[in-house]
């Protein structure tokens, strides 16, 4: 048992010894499979439990953000490839920002545009940094399926704001995040972007604790 316990304490740290693995230098990318821009990662550096799901999930309802629309997935889910040695996978939460009318408030925010964020773990053997890649990006109404113009950057710019403007606490716990803007990861401009939206070319790491 105790033995165990060691093996799985080393086996976490040296899982966060690194803030990230660039994708791109073990054939992944930092473009979904739909081609929409990652544009902010929570470095492994982060308090431990804010990288687990349910930290991450708590961490979105401090920042003001719930669970997708009564689980409904308009649009669908997204795919992303983190050079890991996983390939393509799905992401695995998608929070969007609540306008508080509970349980109706991220309805409202698919039905009538906002900002939102999907989730992708980049924790396979290949690259196994346990940091999380979020594709934010601020949606028009759904029938048009849109990204506003400069959602992308706008997006990103609006959970960062959240992240960082202060401590945010959600279900007694209380969180502080600190921005470091990285270039080079994204290309500028509108190239193989979705919706040939232009993006500034910059992602931002977050650091939670
Ligand atoms: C990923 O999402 C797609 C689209 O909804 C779905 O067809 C596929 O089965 C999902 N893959 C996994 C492994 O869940
Ligand atoms: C890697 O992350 C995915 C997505 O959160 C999860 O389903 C999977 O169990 C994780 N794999 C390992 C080895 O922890
Ligand atoms: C993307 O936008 C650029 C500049 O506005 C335009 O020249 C180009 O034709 C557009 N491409 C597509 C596929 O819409």
């Known amino acids: 048992m105790f033995s165990l316990l060691v093996a799985a304490c080393l086996t976490s740290v040296a899982a966060q010894a690194v803030p990230y693995y660039d994708p791109r230098l073990t054939g992944g990318s930092m473009l979904t499979f739909q081609n929409e821009p990652i544009n902010i990662i929570v470095s492994a550096l982060s308090s431990p439990e804010a990288l687990t799901d349910r930290g991450l999930y708590n ?29 393509y996978v799905n992401q695995t939460q998608m929070l969007r920002e ?30 196994n940094s346990g940091a999380l890649f979020l594709a934010a990006s601020k949606e028009d109404m759904v ?16 959970v960062v704001a959240k992240a960082t403007g202060g401590v945010v606490s959600f279900s007694s716990v209380d969180y502080t995040t600190t921005v470091e ?8 401009g509108a190239a193989g972007i979705n919706h040939n939206i232009s993006i500034d070319g910059q992602t931002a790491i977050l650091t939670i604790s």
Do not use: W
């Not at 509970?102 to 906002?114: A, H, S, W």
């Not at 029938?143 to 609006?158: C, L, S, V």
């Not at 803007?181 to 500028?188: E, Q």
């Open 59 to 87: 961490y979105g309802n401090a920042l003001g953000y719930a669970d997708d629309c009564l689980g409904m997935h308009l649009g669908g889910p997204q795919a992303a490839n983190l050079g890991d040695g996983n390939g």
């Open 181 to 188: 803007y990285v270039s080079g990861l994204l290309p500028p």
């Open 98 to 127: 609540d306008f508080g009318s509970t349980p109706i408030g991220t309805c409202l925010e698919t039905l009538i545009g906002g900002n939102h964020y999907r989730v992708f773990r980049q924790n396979g053997s290949k690259a």
């Open 143 to 158: 029938e048009k399926n849109n990204i506003f113009p400069d959602g992308y950057n706008i997006g990103r710019d609006e």
